[in-house]
């Protein structure tokens, strides 16, 4: 059967084709690898084409519409691999499959002007998975209990690294405390003691982060900051001087800390889904479960309080996306877009 182009095949600078596993691996002599099921689902292979149903039909009796590989209906069927996550370099002057790996379902070595590259496919449980991505977030990715990005100090090398603040790391935090709550369930159920408390105790030290970003504030409980740093940390984005208001960044009540104000309705939103959580699937005693309780009514009764805005303590004005005041959305033009949402 025909990949072309109406069925988003790479079309151009192409160097080499080959088959391993059932699976069609394309090289290019600019960009890399792009690979595709040989199995992929009819409908998505000729959706685009100016194929007739006929065909379609034809198409889908003789190809296998039940693959775990690319069930029917799946919208990723080019996976495209390029720059130094995959390949020594993008220009693949040929691939050679690999179809004697008792490890892998399919695999390629690709060939550059930098070296010889190995890619490969194999089938793994969500534990599994899992499991892989875990093994760096800790202390990696951990700042004060938030969830950061991070930079390598030096090119591939993950040993030497700097963390980074971002306005969005409350909200990143509370999804991981959702998926370390979930864990710990899972592991309960499954009796895997071990597990349950790791899950709790990462997931506790999440809550703790998103707590602080409240009491470093002059408004705890009712108002969490966008975000917060330590000055003597070095952390990328952490303002240096002990006060940048023209950028968001105040003092905090507790010395040698910043943290940042206008949070917006996304942080709020992550930190309100994840408290009930965190009190019925981490909160371990009565005191934890207080805390959990404190910010929820808190955050809450501020936001009523205070006309359905969340209100910056120093400024004692609206954040710029802090607003469910009726009002204010029914009757100003300019908030026509966010009246449904909020």
Not at 26 to 50: I, K
Not at 216 to 221: F, G, K
Not at 324 to 331: F, H, I, S, Y
């Amino acid at each position: 059967f025909r990949f072309g182009f109406a069925q988003m095949a790479p079309m151009y600078n192409i160097s080499s084709v080959t088959v391993s596993g059932g699976v069609v691996w394309v090289g290019s002599d600019v960009s890399g690898v792009s690979r595709l099921w040989s199995d992929t689902s009819s409908s998505q292979v000729w959706s685009s084409g100016p194929f007739s149903q006929g065909k379609v039909r034809a198409k889908r009796s003789l190809l296998s519409t039940d693959s775990p590989s690319d069930p029917e209906g799946d919208p990723w069927t080019w996976m495209y691999y390029m720059g130094p996550r995959w390949l020594p370099a993008n220009q693949v002057l040929g691939l050679i499959s690999d179809d004697h790996s008792p490890n892998t379902d399919s695999g390629v070595f690709a060939i550059t002007p930098a070296g010889l590259g190995y890619l490969h496919v194999s089938q793994w449980t969500l534990e599994q998975k899992a499991k892989a991505w875990q093994q760096f977030q800790f202390p990696q990715h951990d700042r004060h209990g938030y969830m950061c990005s991070v930079s390598l100090n030096s090119f591939g090398d993950r040993r030497e690294f700097t963390k980074g603040v971002t306005d969005n790391d409350g909200l990143w935090r509370s999804s991981s405390i959702l998926a370390q709550a979930y864990r710990r369930m899972v592991a309960l159920k499954e009796g895997d003691i071990n597990d349950a408390e790791d899950a709790r105790r990462i997931g506790w030290n999440g809550f703790e982060g998103l707590e602080m970003s409240s009491k470093l504030t002059p408004a705890y409980p009712k108002y969490v900051a966008r975000t917060f740093c330590k000055i003597s940390d070095g952390d990328s984005g952490c303002p240096s001087s002990p006060t940048d208001a023209a950028q968001g960044w105040y003092n905090s009540t507790e010395e040698g800390w910043m943290y940042k104000g206008d949070t917006s309705s996304d942080t709020l939103a992550g930190h309100l889904v994840s408290y009930p959580i965190v009190y019925d699937l981490l909160a371990s005693t009565d005191d934890e479960k207080e805390r959990v309780v404190t910010m929820i009514n808190g955050l809450t009764k501020g936001i009523i309080d205070n006309d359905y805005f969340l209100i910056d303590p120093e400024t004692g004005k609206p954040t710029k996306w802090g607003y469910w005041n009726p009002e204010w959305l029914n009757n100003n033009p300019e908030y026509y877009s966010e009246r449904a949402e909020n």
